[in-house]
C-alpha cells in the first residue's frame, strides 16, 4: 500500500471510531453530525433517504433504544480512492450483545461510505447498509 494509501486507511479507521463510538452512545446528533448536508444514504431494507435532514429523522427514530442491551462494533475492510479528496470506505458492522458476541452468527452488516478524507472534517457524502445473511446450508 502507498503512503498516502496509509494515510487515508488510518484516516478512516480513526474517524469511524468517532462514529462507532456515537452510535454506541446512542448519541444521534452526533452520529448525524458525520453527514455531509446533502447525504443519501440507503438502509439495509432498501430505504433511501436524501438529505441531512431526512437521514437524522431516520436516525432518531432508530437509533435510540436500537441497540438494546448490546453495542455494536465497526472495523474498516478496505479503502479506495473515487476521485480526489473522496474516498470509498468499506466496513463491517457487527450488532454486539450484552457479552459482546455477534447477536446473530449468520449476518453481518457490509457498509460502504462516500467520504470525504482531506484537510478538513470528513463527510459522509453518501452510503449503504447491506445485511449479509448466510446461507442456512453452509
Excluded at 479507521?13 to 462514529?19: G, K, L, N, P, T
Excluded at 433517504?49 to 442491551?69: H, Q, T, V
Excluded at 474498516?76 to 450484552?98: F, I, N, R
Excluded at 452488516?109 to 447491506?130: E, K, S
Aim: net charge negative; proline share 4%.
Amino acid at each position: 500500500m502507498s503512503e498516502r494509501g496509509v494515510l487515508v486507511q488510518s484516516s478512516a479507521v480513526a474517524f469511524f471510531a468517532e462514529v462507532e463510538a456515537a452510535h454506541r452512545a446512542e448519541d444521534v446528533e452526533t452520529y448525524i453530525g458525520f453527514f455531509a448536508p446533502e447525504t443519501v444514504w440507503v438502509t439495509s431494507r432498501g430505504a433511501c433517504y436524501r438529505g441531512r435532514r431526512a437521514l437524522g429523522d431516520y436516525l432518531r427514530g432508530a437509533i435510540p433504544g436500537g441497540l438494546g442491551d448490546g453495542s455494536v462494533s465497526y472495523r474498516v475492510e478496505s479503502t479506495h480512492q473515487l476521485a480526489p479528496g473522496v474516498t470509498l470506505v468499506v466496513l463491517e458492522q457487527v450488532y454486539l450483545d450484552v457479552q459482546g458476541r455477534p447477536r446473530d452468527a449468520r449476518a453481518r452488516h457490509t457498509q460502504t461510505y462516500a467520504v470525504t478524507l482531506g484537510d478538513a472534517a470528513p463527510q459522509i457524502l453518501a452510503g449503504q447498509n447491506t445485511v449479509n445473511v448466510a446461507d442456512a446450508g453452509s
